[in-house]
């Protein structure tokens, strides 16, 4: 194999690494069990630092493409053809995706000065009645962000903004039907259950493994709707790996069904690049994305969005798209300017890197 970087590229090196030999892995060029170069091969291939080579590696064994193993080097785990994740083996663990119990704090200065930017370069536009999708301006500030970040292709017409989690997930199961059986893991997050019992759906739970639910429970399932939180799983903190969240696009795409993919605290992953989204991984058109603002701006901001598949928004604007937008305008548009100014993306580096630096010592 010989991989090789662009010096012209946008990307650093190690990304240009790490996507490479994903997609060798993801296609079969590399097999279940083989062994992939030595860091110090692999850097002299792509005329790199060892340092650089050792960052790919290091992305790729945290998302569960490759496994290192001790004196030995490192091996592909990632199994597409049989939807199977890798245990691990005996005595290892695999990272643990960082505890966010508290809240972070955003910087109040920036929020303020923020705020009183609105108010004077806004004017009275912060008096209009919002969209029933939201404002536009922050659809597609979180349009691109999600570009940037995940590498999701979502079109503003697509992202639907609303008061917090547990208000999208209401107007979800209004989508998606209430006549459906849904799964939820176990254990999740109590309010998810308590929303979808208060809507009268019929849910089963689905127990968690090392790596995310357990398949056998999921191949039983009689559920067409799957609600999953890959990165964070709360409170057992487990993650989702590679193999594991391509066995969940089978689930939904063998069965005509639908993923809802929760994907809160995400920003905060150690790791040196955000996990891939299901919703970024699925080509079937069977993904709503869910995340919100509490956890990267403050609690107080009880702003979510969901980010539908083109299908699936064509549906609400012509089934619920009477609903009015539960978010005031002035909050949207601050959240806009935070995300468009890099504000936002700088608070979320700065807390990893903390993170990281602390989960190093």
């Known amino acids: 194999m010989r991989y090789k970087t662009d010096e012209n590229s946008n990307k650093p090196a190690y990304m240009q ?16 069990g083989d062994r992939l170069p030595s860091k110090r091969t692999l850097a002299a291939e792509a005329g790199v630092s060892v340092i650089t080579a050792e960052h790919a590696y290091g992305i790729l064994c945290d998302e569960g493409y490759v496994e290192s193993r001790q004196r030995s080097g490192y091996y592909a785990v990632y199994r597409d053809a049989d939807f199977i994740s890798n245990p691990g083996s005996p005595g290892q663990t695999r990272r643990a995706a960082p505890s966010h119990s508290g809240a972070v ?22 008096l209009y009645k919002s969209p029933s999708k939201g404002v536009l301006r922050l659809r597609e500030a979180i349009s691109s962000y999600l570009s940037r970040s995940n590498g999701m292709k979502a079109d503003p017409s697509q992202i639907i903004v609303g008061a917090g989690a547990e208000y999208l997930y209401g107007l979800l199961t209004q989508l998606l039907g209430t006549g459906r059986i849904y799964a939820t893991e176990d254990p999740c997050y109590d309010k998810i259950r308590r929303v979808y019992k208060a809507h009268g759906v019929v849910y089963e739970k689905l127990p968690l493994g090392p790596n995310g639910i357990d398949s056998a429970a ?51 992953t150690v790791s040196r690049k955000n996990e891939d989204t299901v919703f970024s991984l699925s080509e079937c058109g069977r993904v709503v994305y869910v995340n919100t603002f509490s956890m990267t701006v403050a609690p107080s901001i009880r702003v979510g969005y969901t980010v539908l598949p083109p299908a699936l928004s064509e549906e609400f604007d012509r089934r619920l798209g009477f609903y009015s937008c539960t978010v005031p305008v002035f909050e949207q548009y601050v959240l806009a300017e935070l995300i468009d100014n890099g504000d936002f993306e700088r608070h979320i580096n700065r807390v990893r890197r903390k993170k990281r630096t602390q989960t190093e010592k």
């Not at 690494?17 to 279940?32: C, E, F, M, S």
């Not at 057992?236 to 605290?265: C, H, M, P, Q, W």
């Open 17 to 32: 690494l790490y996507a490479q030999i994903r997609d060798d892995i993801t296609t079969g060029t590399i097999k279940y």
């Open 105 to 126: 704090t955003f910087p109040f200065s920036v929020m303020a000065k923020t705020m009183r930017r609105v108010l004077s370069e806004y004017g009275d536009a912060i």
């Open 218 to 268: 999921l191949a039983a399932s009689s559920a067409t709707v799957l609600h999953i939180t890959p990165f964070h799983s709360y409170p057992s903190g487990v993650t989702a790996d590679a193999s594991k969240r391509r066995e969940y696009l089978n689930f939904a795409a063998s069965r005509g069904g639908y993923i809802i993919e929760d994907n809160y605290d995400s920003e905060f």
